[in-house]
């Protein structure tokens, strides 16, 4: 019994030591996003813009630093913006949102301690878009997309990077730029027979924000 305890005090020193280092962010964020990457072509072969038009995006965030310059980040974020397709100076939107759930690892170019941290980031996650407007028995452009309201999930990818700034030991402030990617959300610009709707659509996000350590 005595042996036990003495080879769980190592053991336990070296638990504590970790909980010490471990440190916790816990923030919000804003921003405004700035859509493009989609094409829609009409049965017939000509082409239209669509995309999701810019808009304002807030969210939160839960970060761990995991290994030093390392950490990991729980994300989600609100994002305000209408679906549109375009062509020939005709247009057709209709009024939406979504919301993304992301985690990213997050590399830190100076260790925790220091008062100015850029980082870059990495993750994945998913998206839903969610079409709020009112349909329309007759939208121009119908032969290219098909606005639709509804909801439509998708996988979603996100890259960025940025700088903290910690004003104290607690409260921080940052500055990122963000791209959120997912496949096109054709459940809402739902392409008719014939028409296609391809590439990815790019989501850039310039984002400030605040966040407190503990």
């Not at 925790?112 to 998913?126: L, T, Y």
């Not at 809402?188 to 966040?211: E, M, N, R, T, Y």
Request: glycine residues 14%.
């Amino acid at each position: 019994m005595r042996k036990h305890t003495v080879l769980m005090i190592p053991v336990l020193l070296i638990f504590a030591t970790w909980c010490r280092a471990q440190q916790y962010e816990l923030g919000a964020l804003g921003g405004y996003g700035t859509a493009f990457g989609l094409s829609a072509k009409s049965a017939g072969g000509a082409s239209a813009d669509t995309d999701i038009r810019g808009g304002i995006a807030l969210g939160v965030f839960f970060s761990d630093s995991l290994y030093g310059r390392i950490g990991g980040e729980f994300h989600y974020l609100y994002r305000a913006g209408r679906f549109r397709v375009e062509s020939g100076g005709e247009k057709a939107e209709l009024a939406g949102r979504s919301h993304l759930f992301h985690y990213d690892f997050v590399f830190h170019t100076k260790p925790p301690g220091e008062r100015v941290r850029p980082f870059a980031s990495a993750g994945i996650g998913g998206r839903v878009y969610q079409a709020t407007g009112i349909e329309r028995a007759f939208q121009p452009l119908q032969q290219f997309v098909v606005l639709t309201k509804t909801y439509d999930g998708k996988v979603l990818l996100t890259i960025g990077g940025g700088v903290k700034y910690f004003r104290t030991n607690r409260m921080s402030l940052r500055f990122e730029v963000r791209d959120y990617f997912t496949p096109a959300p054709t459940g809402i610009l739902f392409p008719p027979p014939g028409a296609k709707v391809g590439g990815w659509l790019h989501d850039i996000v310039p984002q400030v924000g605040i966040a407190y350590t503990f």
